[in-house]
């Protein structure tokens, strides 16, 4: 709101000058952006040429898997960031995300060994995702808190209810589902990887192909000409908010999977989702999260630490590495934005 | 000399003699150990505990010493992280790989993976039927040492308040069976229901928050006699929180003997009441010697004791010294 006041004020003498600056900020951005895919495939390039078995199919297909958990979840943080504008301090994000997978894979691990079955279990944990994701959708659209706020103060929620539930232990799981997560293959790629497949197409063709995906980027983009199109924006952010929940809980099936249990310390991977997220704009020329983008360097924060494990190289880099790019990203994104990413 | 006394002479000669070859021989092979173009993958859960560190620097040092490459792999506490790390290193084929501590119920599927690839599995501290050996500290042992240690100072009456969070680490569950076990001959020492949880990451400032909120909810003196952890690094928060209430009646108790907790028991005035010590580096280095001996076609054990140091305040003086010594040899604080 504030913002429209402001441009309205704005005098014309005013506007071409600031036109002319961001015309110049956006080929600056235009060519650190190439710089930044560029600096990308140096990495990879590297990669392929001195890193040990890196392009085998073997080892390619062993990063998707590693990588589908840290997807599923980035594309809920993706969906919250185009719902809520991608401006890091006032825009959309979603804190409480990987928390809120910690609970849903807790919820879910206790429930099966308590001698639930799968059915029962599955809904739980994506009610249990939701429900989360509902209340952030209250705090944020219903109580108008800052999203970064708001989703702290979730994170917190989740988190403790996780630590009431677990008492911070480990809950081993084994159910027929997590038997054929962990073991089942199909043209010789393994269930892992083909739900990150899977839940990636799903994304995209409905982020990138419906009709309901271009609304979701009007509302994020620009809410008050999305309100007066007659999109309601309440639902749109409200809906990515619970959709964050769902992708939480969809990946915390994935992560008992995977590690035979629920364990603590799920709200480490925030900063891998965040980075995923953020990382995904500069695949994108307008500098806005894609879905396409957020695999892509979802790929590539998968390919960095397996690569620098076959080069044997510590992977204390790997965070190193990780937060530079983060750093160079956001970096360029404010660059681009210029005046209007500084309001 | 009768011909049966002169027949067990010669029996004990022999063998005197035959066990000096052996040990001759033993001698030599350990000399001969050699990791020559050998690739080692080594995986720790973590690194941000003393003793983790100075068991991962153990294995790491050896493997050089020995000629051999490693690939050293610190998960940062994070189990996805070594998951990752353990499916990545399967790929790269080493000749051995040596795994360092984490939650058993996460590793085991995959520990199968390793041995399922034909790699010999060697581990630092964690039983599992998929190693081929496992180092470590006696902890049967150790588990009932600092018990009794714990018992008699408490006067065999008292109540302890126990650190339980990690029972699915299996040193863990090993040295508070022991606890349990020896409580059964000393029913009058009560553990407090419910047991206190110990957290990684922030460690000491949950231990020294969980035992003043403890001490608070039981206010006489002498209501409660003891706290106990299986690790030492609780024990760390758990001893400032006594001494902060002022009830230096409650004496702690841990396991591992980091620096600063040997310290701590050596100080006459601190709360500290006993650690047992344990040479994680000495650890970390046979656990390399196991898998040369493997690799050279040796017979190896399924499990190694190295030696640990009950320290106490009687005897702190003179056997914490030696462990303060080694960690400041390895260069660790």
């Not at chain 2, 003043?212 to 106990?228: C, H, R």
């Given at each position: 709101m504030s913002a429209t006041v402001f441009h309205a004020e704005v005098g014309v003498s005013d506007e071409k000058q600031a036109a002319a600056k961001s015309a110049r900020r956006r080929f600056g951005a235009l060519v650190v952006r190439l710089g930044a895919i560029a600096a990308f495939a140096a990495i990879m390039a590297y990669f392929v040429i001195f890193a040990p078995g890196f392009t085998s199919t073997f080892n390619l297909i062993n990063v998707v898997e590693q990588s589908a958990i840290l997807g599923v979840l980035a594309y809920g943080m993706t969906a919250v960031i185009i719902g809520g504008g991608s401006n890091v301090t006032e825009g959309g994000i979603d804190l409480s995300i990987a928390a809120n997978m910690g609970l849903c894979a807790a919820v879910y691990a206790t429930l099966l060994s308590?001698?639930?079955?799968?059915?029962?279990?599955?809904?739980?944990?994506?009610?249990?995702?939701?429900?989360?994701?509902?209340?952030?959708?209250?705090?944020?659209v219903g109580l108008g808190i800052l999203p970064l706020l708001a989703t702290l103060a979730v994170l917190n929620v989740a988190a403790g209810m996780e630590l009431t539930l677990t008492q911070n232990t480990v809950v081993g799981a084994s159910s027929p589902l997590l038997g054929l997560l962990v073991s089942g293959s199909f043209l010789g790629i393994s269930a892992l990887a083909w739900a990150l497949i899977v839940f990636s197409a799903i994304m995209i063709v409905v982020v990138h192909g419906t009709s309901f995906g271009l609304r979701l980027y009007a509302v994020g983009g620009h809410p008050e000409a999305a309100r007066a199109a007659g999109i309601s924006v309440p639902f749109y952010v409200s809906f990515t908010y619970v959709l964050s929940g769902f992708c939480?809980?969809?990946?915390?099936?994935?992560?008992?999977?995977?590690l035979s249990a629920s364990t603590p310390g799920s709200g480490e991977l925030l900063l891998s989702v965040l980075a995923a997220a953020l990382l995904g704009t500069v695949f994108s020329r307008r500098f806005v999260p894609t879905m396409g983008g957020t695999l892509l360097s979802v790929l590539f924060i998968g390919l960095?630490?397996?690569?620098?494990?076959?080069?044997?190289?510590?992977?204390?880099?790997?965070?190193?590495?990780?937060?530079?790019?983060?750093?160079?990203?956001?970096?360029?994104?404010?660059?681009?934005?210029?005046?209007?990413?500084?309001? | 000399m009768t011909r049966s006394m002169k027949g067990l002479v010669k029996a004990l000669a022999l063998g005197l003699a035959a066990a000096c070859s052996l040990a001759a021989v033993s001698g030599a092979t350990a000399e001969e150990l050699s990791l020559k173009g050998k690739r080692i993958g080594v995986s720790a859960i973590g690194t941000d505990h003393y003793w983790d560190l100075m068991a991962f620097k153990g294995?790491?040092?050896?493997?050089?010493?020995?000629?051999?490459?490693?690939?050293?792999?610190?998960?940062?506490?994070?189990?996805?992280?070594?998951?990752?790390?353990?499916?990545?290193?399967?790929?790269?084929?080493?000749?051995?790989?040596?795994?360092?501590?984490?939650?058993?119920?996460?590793?085991?599927?995959?520990?199968?993976?390793?041995r399922d690839a034909g790699i010999p599995l060697f581990t630092v501290d964690t039983a599992t039927p998929h190693a081929i050996n496992n180092?470590?500290?006696?902890?049967?042992?150790?588990?009932?040492?600092?018990?009794?240690?714990?018992?008699?100072?408490?006067?065999?009456?008292?109540?302890?308040?126990?650190?339980?969070?990690?029972?699915?680490?299996?040193?863990?569950?090993?040295?508070?069976?022991?606890?349990?076990?020896?409580?059964?001959?000393?029913p009058d020492v009560k553990i407090v229901e419910p047991e206190l949880r110990d957290v990684i990451p922030?460690?000491?400032?949950?231990?020294?928050?969980?035992?003043?909120?403890?001490?608070?909810?039981?206010?006489?003196?002498?209501?409660?006699?003891?706290?106990?952890?299986?690790?030492d690094v609780p024990q760390i928060g758990a001893t400032q929180a006594v001494e902060a209430a002022g009830r230096n009646e409650v004496k702690t108790y841990g396991i591992d003997g980091s620096p600063e907790v040997i310290k701590?028991?050596?100080?006459?005035?601190?709360?500290?009441?006993?650690?047992?010590?344990?040479?994680?580096?000495?650890?970390?280095?046979?656990?390399?010697?196991?898998?040369?001996?493997?690799?050279?076609?040796?017979?190896?054990?399924?499990?190694?004791?190295?030696?640990?140091?009950?320290?106490?305040?009687?005897?702190?003086?003179?056997?914490?010294?030696?462990?303060?010594?080694?960690?400041?040899?390895?260069?660790?604080?």
């Open positions: 308590m001698g639930y079955g799968d059915f029962l279990s599955v809904i739980a944990a994506i009610a249990v995702g939701m429900a989360v994701g509902a209340l952030n959708a209250v705090a944020v939480a809980a969809v990946a915390s099936i994935l992560t008992v999977s995977r960095l630490a397996n690569g620098f494990q076959l080069l044997n190289v510590s992977s204390y880099w790997v965070n190193g590495v990780q937060g530079a790019l983060i750093l160079l990203v956001v970096a360029i994104t404010s660059f681009a934005r210029g005046s209007e990413g500084s309001r | 294995i790491q040092d050896r493997v050089k010493e020995l000629g051999g490459e490693v690939i050293a792999l610190d998960a940062g506490r994070k189990d996805q992280q070594q998951i990752a790390q353990l499916q990545t290193l399967i790929a790269q084929k080493p000749d051995a790989i040596i795994e360092q501590l984490g939650n058993l119920e996460v590793l085991n599927p995959w520990l199968q993976k390793i180092t470590t500290s006696n902890n049967y042992n150790i588990g009932a040492e600092i018990a009794l240690q714990m018992v008699a100072d408490m006067g065999g009456k008292g109540n302890v308040l126990v650190f339980n969070g990690f029972y699915s680490v299996p040193v863990c569950k090993i040295r508070y069976d022991q606890l349990k076990y020896v409580l059964t001959s000393f922030n460690t000491v400032q949950s231990a020294y928050s969980n035992v003043t909120d403890m001490l608070t909810k039981s206010p006489e003196k002498g209501s409660i006699g003891a706290v106990w952890a299986c690790w701590m028991v050596m100080d006459p005035k601190s709360s500290a009441g006993a650690v047992a010590a344990q040479q994680p580096y000495e650890i970390g280095k046979t656990s390399v010697d196991n898998a040369a001996k493997y690799l050279a076609g040796q017979k190896v054990p399924p499990f190694t004791f190295v030696p640990s140091v009950l320290i106490n305040k009687e005897n702190a003086a003179e056997k914490g010294k030696p462990f303060l010594d080694a960690a400041e040899k390895a260069g660790v604080k």
